[in-house]
Structure formats: C-alpha cells, structure tokens
C-alpha cells in the first residue's frame, strides 16, 4: 500500500491520539464512560496509536475488534457526537489542515459504522410496517 503525502507521520499520529484521550479523559461526559473501562493508559494510547496508524497509513501494526471492544460498555449514540467533536477539536490543534481532514473522515466513517453495530441509530425513522409474529407452527416448518 503508498502511503499519501497527506498522511500523517507515525509520530503525529501517537502525538493525536495521546492529547486526544488526555481531553477524553478530563471530558466528564466521555471519562465517565472511558476511565473505568481503561484499566492501563499508556498501553491503551499505543493500542489506539496502531489503530489509527492502520487506518492512516496501512501499517497493519492493529490487532484486535473495535465492535467487541465497544460493545461491552455502555455507550450512547451521544457519546459518538461528543468523541467526534473532540476529535475535531484535536486534529486541528495537532495536524495541518489535509491531515486532519483525512484524520476526521476516518473517524466520522468509524463512528458511524460504530453505532449501526451497536444499534445505535438514533435518527432512524420507523417504517411504519406492523411487525407480524407468526405462529409456532408456522416458526417450525
């Protein structure tokens, strides 16, 4: 994989996600949910720092599931619009202004994938269709 001169180096990367979960941390809506679930976060920032690094500059330095990881915490739809928010917030401070654009379209797409695995979808609209249950015998054949 060819890296793209927009990309940002490794160096800008951990720099990012170290300063961004600095702010997560601190954040009393996002550290309520993060601080108890990090137990060790020098070693959670590495993990993140492969992660994006893997997304960014096609590394493949990431092992592991995101879906798994978020799905045994209790995140809301909102905490995505707040993560994003200081993500934004972050990429401009740390990155120059191609880098940081491709930083938050990574992140925007995560999110989103984030929250329809997890059902969180919370500008969705009903169909309007009743939901039928079928009979047992009808279950069965």
């Not at 490794?10 to 720099?15: D, N, S």
């Amino acid at each position: 994989m060819t890296v793209s001169p927009d990309a940002p180096s490794e160096e800008a990367i951990a720099t990012l996600v170290d300063r961004f979960y600095e702010r997560v941390r601190r954040d009393p809506e996002l550290g309520a949910v993060f601080n108890p679930a990090v137990h060790d976060w020098p070693e959670h920032k590495a993990l993140l720092s492969r992660f994006w690094s893997s997304v960014e500059r096609g590394t493949r330095s990431y092992r592991g599931n995101p879906m798994a990881a978020h799905l045994r915490h209790p995140v809301r739809a909102g905490h995505f619009d707040r993560w994003l928010e200081l993500w934004r917030e972050t990429c401009a401070e740390v990155l120059d202004a191609a880098g940081a654009a491709r930083m938050i379209d990574h992140a925007e797409r995560i999110a989103h994938t984030l929250k329809l695995g997890l059902g969180l979808r919370p500008h969705s609209r009903r169909l309007g269709v009743p939901v039928m249950h079928l009979p047992a015998q009808a279950r069965e054949s």
